[in-house]
């Protein structure tokens, strides 16, 4: 069936480091990718999405690639801040009726 | 803005009550979720819902059963009420059967059953 794999957290940076974070997936058919975000005592929002194969999705500074032969799409963002402190969601939508796949999600904290 | 708004962010029951979370949108969205969220799980999808007076289940439907009366409101309810249910509840929704639609989120509600 369908899964999504994420790095485990909690990530722990210095403010203008470099981040990654690892998402491989496993899908029937061609899928969607998408990263949400969820910010200390909120809902989950979306950050980038990316819809077919080489598809760059960016936002906020943050970029992640459609890698159809690595399963992959990975999140960058080339300096962090203390307000990227979240938590993100790897997700691939799955089926009709827009039913996602969730990662287990990465904590990223970022000091100053 | 879409805005999913979620009738409390948390909620305290005791075993063996019935508890009713409910969430309302405002963007006229067909599709409607019910999450939880557990640390190292992630999202777990409870039940959705693709119209109004549908539902289908997710994947750990048990113990939970959902109402769907009009289309902007989606209510999760928990029968019987156990302390294996603490957990922050989600509720989302999403337009259309496009694979490029998002899903829209609720703020959560943080329930604990003691």
């Known amino acids: 069936g369908n899964s999504v794999t994420q790095m485990e957290g909690p990530v722990t940076l210095s403010e203008e480091a470099f981040l990654t974070i690892n998402c491989t997936y496993t899908a029937t058919g061609y899928p969607s990718l998408f990263w949400y975000v969820q910010y200390p005592g909120e809902g989950l929002q979306l950050l980038l999405k990316?819809?077919?194969?080489?598809d760059k999705g960016s936002n906020k500074g943050f970029e992640a690639t459609y890698r159809k032969e690595t399963t992959s799409f990975h999140l960058e963002k080339g300096s962090v801040q203390v307000s990227d402190s979240a938590v993100y969601f790897c997700a691939l939508r799955r089926g009709s009726w827009g039913k996602f796949q969730f990662g287990a999600g990465t904590q990223v904290v970022v000091t100053p | 803005d879409v805005k999913v708004t979620q009738s409390s962010r948390y909620l305290v029951k005791r075993t063996g009550e019935k508890v009713f979370l409910e969430c309302v949108q405002d963007?006229?969205?067909?599709?409607m979720f019910w999450y939880r969220q557990d640390p190292g799980l992630g999202l777990r999808l409870i039940y959705f819902?693709?119209?109004?007076?549908?539902?289908e289940k997710g994947d750990i439907p048990e113990g939970y059963s959902v109402s769907r009366e009009k289309k902007e409101r989606f209510s999760l309810i928990l029968e019987s009420a156990s302390t294996n249910q603490t957990s922050m509840y989600l509720c989302?929704?999403?337009?259309?059967?496009?694979?490029?639609?998002?899903?829209?989120f609720g703020p959560g509600t943080r329930l604990t059953v003691l």
């Open positions: 963007m006229d969205h067909e599709n």
């Open positions: 819902s693709y119209d109004v007076k549908m539902k």
């Open positions: 990316a819809t077919k194969a080489d």
């Open positions: 989302a929704s999403s337009f259309g059967t496009s694979s490029y639609n998002e899903q829209f």
